[in-house]
């Protein structure tokens, strides 16, 4: 178990490191014809020590509270420690975020200057900048804002960036991180340096092995999940602690990230279940479009068998795999699986997945296809992962045992409760709601699981996410969801039935794979008007709410479902910008469509 820590801040591993290994090559940056350089340790302090004398210069003091509005990109890391280096305090905000919201985060968080990338991120500043009297400074990274810092910031002597570093302590606070607000306005997660320093160094402590593709090779990862996230932040600031080299990829979509991941070859990733779900879509379609469904399908039987033959010799309660299983399973690494990996750089070994449930076969094929997904579970105000799948017992389903240093407990009504030093210190000035989930050091996460007999903890749902149906029925919708999701037509499922006599569902559909559908089905392009008419994409659906209701009694069972023209988008309000759906706005944006499912 990772040591608490008792002096310094996280800024400090930035200036050790250097020291250390001036020329170990530390973060992958893009250039301007988008060819990755490297950048090693002595360089991105020298980047730090000049951005950070240039916050100074523009007036940025210990404590103060700066926002970063940007993608996911080398220059959010670069601001990050250099503000960790002066003492002041990251507010992170979604670059998709409205007007509305940036003026609650901006607003409640003080927030004296802000970094944006672009002209329409400044335009949303400047839209409410009249209600932000406390805001002085905005830098827009496309209009050559780091230049003009380190500049300003010329003039001033290292020692000074040095006092203000050496005055950061672990209990010093080092971000605020805004809730996604599934429900209500988001309340800022205050993390202390000491939180990040826990989680990220037990983290390294336990799964460093794993970081790597084969033993003694360079550890690399490339970082696309959002940096305004608790789980991007998380791996941007164990990667710098960990001495793994970090590259950065602002669009989560496939197409431009697979690209990314074949150039930058990174030797293992941190993702959501979304990107392992398109990695396998793809390469399904791909081997349907060659006519090759028959042997990928088999390929898919193999692995799933043989990843659980071993899962079981793992726990002790069977042999492995059996010959003629390793024997099918080594006729289809070529033919297959390798293909699979090289999807993600060819490199990837091992990777690590929360944000949301993996599927078990999901997991299980990538294990059979040479890619152990570890898979977690945490929260912002949790600083990311409290529990994960340990790398030498992984049992797929579930999300692993507390992280050392962490409890779980389960409460009487199946919620789940946490300990532990990556517990947060609070939400920003609301004593009221910090009170209702923080229990003398215990944080309830609104979360209900369970924990077997090993101590792996499995997440059934939310607690305000039950639905109670009119006849006094409870179901919880996720795991419904989620097997409705399996079926690689479907984008996107949300069950509703509070207070109506069955459940219903509500279906999008992913329109990369329905397009390869139709055209292997041998039909034309359809309007999503035609679309949600068409009988042999219901048939589909209800093929995959058939199976989901295998899993429940009747009176919890999906009895209809409606197939919506478009998407649930974060830009309409309807997810949260870590895909979360909201349940809340979406029943009220197809209140009519609801409606219907009960007549």
Request: proline share 5%; charged share 20%.
């Given at each position: 178990?990772?040591?608490?820590?008792?002096?310094?801040?996280?800024?400090?591993?930035?200036?050790?490191?250097?020291?250390?290994?001036?020329?170990?090559?530390?973060?992958?940056?893009?250039?301007?014809?988008?060819?990755?350089?490297?950048?090693?340790?002595?360089?991105?302090?020298?980047?730090?020590?000049?951005?950070?004398?240039?916050?100074?210069?523009?007036?940025?003091?210990?404590?103060?509270?700066?926002?970063?509005?940007?993608?996911?990109?080398?220059?959010?890391?670069?601001?990050?420690?250099?503000?960790?280096?002066?003492?002041?305090?990251?507010?992170?905000?979604?670059?998709?975020?409205?007007?509305?919201?940036?003026?609650?985060?901006?607003?409640?968080?003080?927030?004296?200057?802000?970094?944006?990338?672009?002209?329409?991120?400044?335009?949303?500043?400047?839209?409410?900048?009249?209600?932000?009297?406390?805001?002085?400074?905005?830098?827009?990274?496309?209009?050559?804002?780091?230049?003009?810092?380190?500049?300003?910031?010329?003039?001033?002597?290292?020692?000074?960036?040095?006092?203000?570093?050496?005055?950061?302590?672990?209990?010093?606070?080092?971000?605020?991180?805004?809730?996604?607000?599934?429900?209500?306005?988001?309340?800022?997660?205050?993390i202390?340096?000491?939180?990040?320093?826990?989680?990220?160094?037990t983290?390294?402590?336990?799964?460093?092995?794993?970081?790597?593709?084969?033993?003694?090779?360079?550890?690399?990862?490339?970082?696309?999940?959002?940096?305004?996230?608790?789980?991007?932040?998380?791996?941007?600031?164990?990667?710098?602690r960990?001495?793994?080299?970090?590259?950065?990829?602002?669009?989560?979509?496939?197409?431009?990230?697979?690209?990314?991941?074949?150039?930058?070859?990174?030797?293992?990733?941190l993702?959501?279940?979304?990107?392992?779900?398109?990695?396998?879509?793809?390469?399904?379609?791909?081997?349907?479009?060659?006519?090759?469904?028959?042997?990928?399908?088999?390929?898919?039987?193999?692995?799933?068998?043989?990843?659980?033959?071993?899962?079981?010799?793992?726990?002790?309660?069977?042999?492995?795999?059996?010959?003629?299983?390793?024997?099918?399973?080594?006729?289809?690494?070529?033919?297959?699986?390798?293909?699979?990996?090289?999807?993600?750089?060819?490199?990837?070994r091992?990777?690590m997945?929360?944000?949301?449930?993996?599927?078990?076969?999901l997991?299980?094929?990538?294990?059979?296809?040479?890619?152990?997904?570890?898979?977690?579970?945490?929260?912002?105000?949790?600083?990311?992962?409290?529990?994960?799948?340990?790398?030498?017992?992984?049992?797929?389903?579930?999300?692993?045992?507390?992280?050392?240093?962490?409890t779980?407990?389960?409460?009487?009504?199946?919620?789940?409760?946490?300990?532990?030093?990556?517990?947060?210190?609070?939400?920003?000035?609301?004593?009221?709601?910090?009170?209702?989930?923080?229990?003398?050091?215990?944080?309830?996460?609104?979360?209900?699981?369970?924990?077997?007999?090993?101590?792996?903890?499995?997440?059934?749902?939310?607690?305000?996410?039950?639905?109670?149906?009119?006849?006094?029925?409870?179901?919880?919708?996720?795991?419904?969801?989620?097997?409705?999701?399996?079926?690689?037509?479907?984008?996107?499922?949300?069950?509703?039935?509070?207070?109506?006599?069955?459940?219903?569902?509500?279906?999008?559909?992913?329109?990369?794979?329905?397009?390869?559908?139709?055209?292997?089905q041998?039909?034309?392009?359809?309007?999503?008007?035609?679309?949600?008419?068409?009988p042999?994409?219901?048939?589909?659906?209800?093929?995959?709410?058939?199976?989901?209701?295998?899993?429940?009694?009747?009176?919890?069972?999906?009895?209809?479902?409606?197939?919506?023209?478009?998407?649930?988008s974060?830009?309409?309000?309807?997810?949260?910008p870590?895909?979360?759906?909201?349940?809340?706005?979406?029943?009220?944006?197809?209140?009519?469509?609801?409606?219907?499912?009960?007549?």
């Open positions: 178990m990772a040591a608490a820590p008792q002096v310094g801040g996280l800024a400090d591993a930035v200036f050790d490191h250097a020291a250390d290994d001036p020329d170990r090559v530390a973060l992958g940056r893009k250039d301007a014809e988008g060819n990755w350089q490297n950048v090693s340790s002595a360089q991105f302090r020298d980047e730090v020590l000049a951005l950070a004398k240039g916050l100074l210069a523009h007036g940025v003091r210990f404590g103060d509270r700066v926002a970063l509005m940007c993608p996911t990109r080398y220059e959010w890391t670069l601001f990050d420690f250099a503000l960790w280096t002066v003492g002041a305090q990251s507010i992170p905000v979604y670059p998709t975020s409205s007007a509305e919201q940036v003026f609650w985060m901006l607003h409640d968080a003080e927030v004296t200057a802000c970094m944006v990338e672009h002209e329409d991120h400044a335009m949303t500043i400047g839209s409410v900048i009249d209600q932000l009297p406390r805001l002085k400074r905005l830098w827009q990274l496309d209009a050559g804002a780091i230049d003009e810092l380190v500049q300003a910031g010329s003039h001033i002597d290292d020692q000074v960036v040095h006092r203000h570093r050496r005055a950061v302590t672990p209990d010093s606070v080092a971000t605020v991180i805004y809730t996604s607000g599934t429900t209500g306005r988001p309340k800022g997660c205050v202390t340096h000491a939180n990040f320093m826990f989680e990220t160094d983290l390294i402590d336990r799964w460093e092995p794993v970081f790597h593709s084969k033993p003694g090779d360079e550890a690399s990862t490339l970082l696309f999940l959002p940096l305004a996230h608790v789980f991007g932040r998380m791996v941007e600031v164990a990667a710098i960990g001495r793994v080299k970090i590259g950065h990829q602002p669009v989560l979509q496939a197409s431009a990230l697979l690209p990314d991941l074949a150039a930058f070859r990174p030797s293992f990733i993702a959501v279940p979304y990107i392992f779900e398109k990695v396998f879509n793809a390469a399904r379609r791909k081997a349907e479009a060659a006519g090759k469904t028959g042997p990928f399908d088999k390929a898919v039987q193999v692995a799933v068998k043989y990843a659980e033959a071993m899962e079981h010799r793992a726990f002790g309660i069977g042999p492995g795999p059996s010959a003629g299983l390793r024997l099918q399973h080594q006729l289809f690494e070529k033919l297959v699986y390798g293909k699979v990996r090289d999807a993600m750089g060819g490199r990837v091992h990777a997945s929360g944000g949301s449930g993996m599927n078990r076969q997991g299980l094929f990538f294990e059979g296809a040479g890619v152990t997904v570890f898979e977690g579970y945490g929260l912002t105000e949790s600083t990311a992962a409290a529990t994960a799948n340990p790398p030498e017992r992984t049992r797929y389903g579930t999300v692993g045992q507390p992280i050392p240093g962490t779980v407990h389960i409460a009487e009504d199946g919620e789940v409760w946490l300990h532990g030093a990556n517990i947060f210190s609070g939400y920003l000035g609301d004593p009221k709601s910090t009170d209702a989930v923080l229990h003398d050091g215990w944080l309830a996460t609104g979360d209900l699981g369970a924990l077997d007999d090993d101590g792996y903890l499995t997440i059934t749902g939310r607690k305000k996410e039950i639905l109670v149906t009119s006849g006094g029925k409870s179901v919880s919708p996720v795991g419904l969801e989620e097997r409705v999701r399996n079926h690689p037509l479907v984008a996107q499922c949300i069950a509703v039935g509070n207070d109506r006599p069955y459940i219903a569902a509500l279906v999008t559909v992913d329109k990369e794979a329905v397009d390869h559908w139709l055209a292997m041998g039909k034309p392009p359809l309007s999503p008007a035609e679309l949600v008419r068409d042999d994409l219901e048939m589909e659906v209800r093929r995959a709410v058939v199976a989901a209701n295998t899993l429940v009694s009747k009176t919890e069972s999906i009895r209809t479902f409606r197939i919506l023209a478009h998407p649930f974060e830009e309409l309000g309807l997810l949260t870590s895909l979360k759906l909201k349940r809340k706005a979406i029943e009220a944006a197809y209140a009519v469509e609801v409606d219907a499912l009960y007549r």
